[in-house]
């Protein structure tokens, strides 16, 4: 386990070392002197010239990028001359709507996707399965911000049951605030359920025509009971990993639900930062994100040896 | 090799394949079309007419510049449908050169898997809105950057087929004969990586109509003045309170166009992959 482990963080230094690199000198791609960029359009000359000597952007690029590299090693992503205020700081002010309608999506897509899943699984072939399965795909086929526009329109304006949109006022209760999470998290769930219900079914499937099934139908153990604890027991190590993924996918589908529904969060942000280059910012968020990526990947691989004995060699 | 129309008959013994395979092949046609079956110019502006729903004459209704909705959305059709296509052909080019070369040659495979890891470690739309970021807001740069999203897949996909291939008998007999590396990777290597190079084409036209509509509702995609899905959508989204058909039409013709492709996808993947085959 400790030596899967240390295996494992070490492949994630090389990543996340390849993702900086890919971020930084892609950045440098972009058209445009950077701290012209970092200043705007009312920079002087003299201004420029200063910030460039400041940040080291005189010098060579490999040693600007190991500059910058040992600066967000140490937790210092850059300062956002926009935001007036350190990268850091502004993406944890962001983070909470963003880790909330992550964590509801999660749920949602969870809660309808297993039991799909299995049902899709137990009466394969037959009209239920059909059914979930088509779902499934179209449910993978919308665009979300397409989705979240209807909802709005539908359960928000016409029907008044939720909020539009944002995320109450500054200083509102949690229970408010979390009321305006219901609609995006609905939409993000929904859209990413496929998946889950996908994989849930094929475990199933694999398990239910494993011996040790038919061994307990005919020790006439209950239906119900062979497929809720024997086969599912059995067909959770693929379940929790897709679960994983889909928790790690949910961070890019939340850049999109959130500029629909105007949620202050970290995807509204880096969109928001795209649109007027605020390039600190994007390279920070771009390797924070990566990073929960890898971190989840991890950790999936982790609980997929605690769940599975046969993994954990 | 299996012959087209046996391939065509496999493919479609699911009655659902079929259906998804007209409609793609329907919204092709459309686009191929569509000068000469779109009702009325898509830019042709008639500010008396604006806003209104649908109608007899205008079928999906009119704009706020009382364009007709069903024209923009065939015309559309190409634009969106060209993006997916392009993105594919450039993703699926690169993935199988990496991918070939990664599986082949060990020294390579590590190297190049380490940076396909690191890409796909970013969130598809989120690396793709920083790339057009960077590259600058065209059609041309969407599709550049939306392959670049999508090669990693590919490559992965190809990479694994590619090692098991490398090890086959028939590879070392062509080895033994003095074949050379280069023919070995071009024919013999490339020829059986083709099916499951197909089926995940097919899955990235669909991610990749998706993400455009995507990119183009961010602000971060084609410019607003090429009608594609996307921009249909993005443009009108401030009118949807009093004109809700300027966003449903365009967004269901996303739907269809995504549904169909994995569809289509999905039937080649249950014919061509037997490990597959077991758990339909």
């Given at each position: 386990m400790a030596s899967r482990l240390a295996k494992r963080l070490g492949g994630l230094v090389i990543v996340m070392f390849i993702v900086a690199a890919i971020v930084f000198f892609l950045t440098r791609l972009a058209p445009g002197d950077p701290a012209a960029l970092m200043l705007g359009d009312q920079a002087t000359a003299d201004d420029i010239a200063r910030l460039r000597t400041t940040y080291g952007l005189d010098r060579p690029l490999f040693i600007q990028f190991g500059l910058w590299l040992a600066?967000?090693?140490?937790?210092?992503?850059?300062?956002?001359?926009?935001?007036?205020?350190?990268?850091?700081?502004?993406?944890?002010?962001?983070?909470?709507?963003?880790?909330?309608?992550?964590?509801?999506?999660?749920?949602f897509a969870t809660l309808i996707g297993i039991p799909c899943g299995i049902a899709s699984a137990v009466w394969r072939g037959r009209l239920v399965d059909q059914i979930l399965s088509a779902i499934a795909m179209l449910s993978a086929s919308i665009p979300s911000f397409w989705l979240g526009l209807l909802f709005i329109q539908f359960f928000a304006v016409r029907l008044g049951w939720l909020p539009v949109a944002g995320y109450?006022?500054?200083?509102?209760?949690l229970a408010e605030r979390l009321a305006h999470l219901i609609l995006p998290a609905t939409v993000l769930g929904i859209v990413?359920?496929?998946?889950?219900?996908?994989?849930?079914?094929?475990?199933?499937?694999?398990?239910?025509?494993?011996?040790?099934?038919?061994t307990a139908r005919a020790k006439g153990i209950s239906e119900r009971r062979v497929v809720l604890r024997h086969a599912f027991g059995n067909a959770l190590v693929p379940i929790v990993t897709v679960v994983g993924l889909t928790g790690a996918l949910l961070i890019g589908g939340a850049i999109v639900t959130e500029t629909v529904f105007g949620l202050p969060g970290i995807g509204n942000l880096i969109v928001s930062s795209v649109l007027r280059r605020d390039y600190p910012v994007i390279q920070g968020a771009l390797i924070v994100v990566a990073g929960i990526y890898v971190i989840i990947n991890i950790a999936v691989d982790l609980i997929y040896a605690l769940v599975d004995p046969r993994v954990r060699t | 090799?299996?012959?087209?129309?046996?391939?065509?008959?496999?493919?479609?013994?699911?009655?659902?394949?079929?259906?998804?395979?007209?409609?793609?092949?329907?919204?092709?046609?459309?686009?191929?079309?569509?000068?000469?079956?779109?009702?009325?110019?898509?830019?042709?502006?008639?500010?008396?007419?604006?806003?209104?729903?649908?109608?007899?004459?205008?079928?999906?209704?009119?704009?706020?510049?009382?364009?007709?909705v069903l024209s923009r959305i065939i015309y559309g059709s190409r634009a969106s449908l060209g993006i997916g296509a392009s993105v594919v052909m450039m993703s699926v080019a690169?993935?199988?050169?990496?991918?070939?070369?990664?599986?082949?040659?060990?020294r390579l495979d590590g190297p190049i898997m380490r940076v396909i890891d690191a890409f796909m470690a970013l969130p598809d739309?989120?690396?793709?809105?920083?790339?057009?970021?960077?590259?600058?807001?065209?059609?041309?740069?969407?599709?550049?950057?939306?392959?670049?999203?999508?090669?990693?897949r590919v490559a992965r996909v190809v990479r694994a087929s590619t090692l098991v291939v490398r090890e086959l008998p028939f590879v070392e007999a062509a080895r033994?004969?003095?074949?050379?590396?280069?023919?070995?990777?071009?024919?013999?290597?490339?020829?059986?990586?083709?099916?499951?190079?197909?089926?995940?084409?097919?899955?990235?036209?669909?991610?990749?109509?998706?993400?455009?509509?995507?990119l183009s509702f961010l602000?971060?995609?084609?410019?607003?003045?090429?009608?594609t899905w996307g921009t249909m959508i993005a443009a009108s989204q401030s009118f949807s309170d009093q004109a809700i058909w300027l966003v449903v039409f365009p967004g269901l013709a996303i739907v269809l166009a995504a549904l169909s492709l994995q569809l289509v996808g999905d039937g080649l993947r249950d014919m061509l992959d037997p490990k597959l085959r077991k758990s339909l």
């Amino acid at each position: 386990m400790a030596s899967r482990l240390a295996k494992r963080l070490g492949g994630l230094v090389i990543v996340m070392f390849i993702v900086a690199a890919i971020v930084f000198f892609l950045t440098r791609l972009a058209p445009g002197d950077p701290a012209a960029l970092m200043l705007g359009d009312q920079a002087t000359a003299d201004d420029i010239a200063r910030l460039r000597t400041t940040y080291g952007l005189d010098r060579p690029l490999f040693i600007q990028f190991g500059l910058w590299l040992a600066e967000v090693v140490k937790g210092n992503l850059g300062h956002s001359i926009f935001l007036q205020r350190p990268v850091t700081q502004a993406l944890l002010e962001r983070a909470e709507p963003t880790f909330f309608l992550a964590l509801f999506a999660l749920a949602f897509a969870t809660l309808i996707g297993i039991p799909c899943g299995i049902a899709s699984a137990v009466w394969r072939g037959r009209l239920v399965d059909q059914i979930l399965s088509a779902i499934a795909m179209l449910s993978a086929s919308i665009p979300s911000f397409w989705l979240g526009l209807l909802f709005i329109q539908f359960f928000a304006v016409r029907l008044g049951w939720l909020p539009v949109a944002g995320y109450g006022d500054p200083g509102a209760p949690l229970a408010e605030r979390l009321a305006h999470l219901i609609l995006p998290a609905t939409v993000l769930g929904i859209v990413n359920s496929a998946l889950i219900v996908r994989f849930t079914r094929a475990s199933m499937l694999d398990v239910l025509g494993e011996d040790f099934i038919r061994t307990a139908r005919a020790k006439g153990i209950s239906e119900r009971r062979v497929v809720l604890r024997h086969a599912f027991g059995n067909a959770l190590v693929p379940i929790v990993t897709v679960v994983g993924l889909t928790g790690a996918l949910l961070i890019g589908g939340a850049i999109v639900t959130e500029t629909v529904f105007g949620l202050p969060g970290i995807g509204n942000l880096i969109v928001s930062s795209v649109l007027r280059r605020d390039y600190p910012v994007i390279q920070g968020a771009l390797i924070v994100v990566a990073g929960i990526y890898v971190i989840i990947n991890i950790a999936v691989d982790l609980i997929y040896a605690l769940v599975d004995p046969r993994v954990r060699t | 090799m299996l012959g087209f129309g046996l391939f065509l008959r496999r493919l479609f013994r699911r009655r659902i394949v079929l259906i998804g395979a007209l409609i793609l092949l329907v919204l092709i046609v459309v686009a191929l079309a569509a000068p000469w079956i779109s009702p009325f110019d898509p830019n042709a502006v008639r500010v008396a007419r604006r806003l209104r729903p649908p109608s007899a004459v205008n079928w999906f209704g009119t704009d706020e510049y009382g364009r007709d909705v069903l024209s923009r959305i065939i015309y559309g059709s190409r634009a969106s449908l060209g993006i997916g296509a392009s993105v594919v052909m450039m993703s699926v080019a690169c993935g199988t050169l990496l991918g070939i070369l990664a599986g082949y040659f060990r020294r390579l495979d590590g190297p190049i898997m380490r940076v396909i890891d690191a890409f796909m470690a970013l969130p598809d739309i989120l690396l793709a809105i920083f790339l057009v970021a960077v590259l600058g807001a065209s059609a041309t740069n969407v599709v550049l950057a939306l392959a670049i999203v999508y090669t990693p897949r590919v490559a992965r996909v190809v990479r694994a087929s590619t090692l098991v291939v490398r090890e086959l008998p028939f590879v070392e007999a062509a080895r033994a004969l003095g074949v050379s590396t280069w023919r070995i990777m071009s024919v013999h290597v490339l020829l059986n990586v083709t099916s499951p190079v197909l089926v995940q084409a097919t899955f990235i036209f669909a991610y990749a109509v998706l993400a455009e509509a995507g990119l183009s509702f961010l602000g971060a995609g084609v410019p607003q003045e090429v009608p594609t899905w996307g921009t249909m959508i993005a443009a009108s989204q401030s009118f949807s309170d009093q004109a809700i058909w300027l966003v449903v039409f365009p967004g269901l013709a996303i739907v269809l166009a995504a549904l169909s492709l994995q569809l289509v996808g999905d039937g080649l993947r249950d014919m061509l992959d037997p490990k597959l085959r077991k758990s339909l």
